[in-house]
């Protein structure tokens, strides 16, 4: 079955830290390029961070210092969280990209909500 399904989202205090996780299946995850995105209480949508498949890794500027992206060979990407901020409240989702077909997949995404 191809799907990507992310974990590790939850209820978080200002400061804490959190990792979620997305584990891909039913696709070749080594040609895939990943990310994570968030979409706020507004639905508004933000790119975060992509790693592409021989690692190259970028974040946008609201998150870098304090969020991580990692892959490994079990088909699952990581988004280390750190120092996170009650802005930081969103559905994180995980897409994988093959830049080659243009073929994408979305999973269905995690509740992060940072409050006191």
């Known amino acids: 079955q191809v799907q990507l399904v992310e974990s590790g989202g939850g209820l978080v205090q200002p400061g804490g830290s959190l990792r979620l996780s997305c584990a891909a299946s039913?696709?070749?995850?080594?040609?895939?390029?990943m990310a994570w995105y968030r979409q706020d209480p507004d639905y508004q949508l933000e790119l975060l961070a992509r790693?592409?498949?021989?690692?190259?890794i970028e974040y946008t500027s609201s998150v870098k210092g304090r969020f991580t992206i990692s892959r490994d060979n079990a088909k699952t990407v990581y988004l280390q969280m750190n120092s996170l901020k009650p802005e930081d409240t969103a559905v994180y989702f995980c897409r994988a990209d093959n830049m080659n077909t243009g073929r994408y997949l979305w999973g269905l995404g995690t509740q992060v909500t940072v409050s006191s």
């Open positions: 790693i592409t498949p021989p690692g190259d």
């Open positions: 039913g696709i070749n995850f080594d040609i895939y390029t």
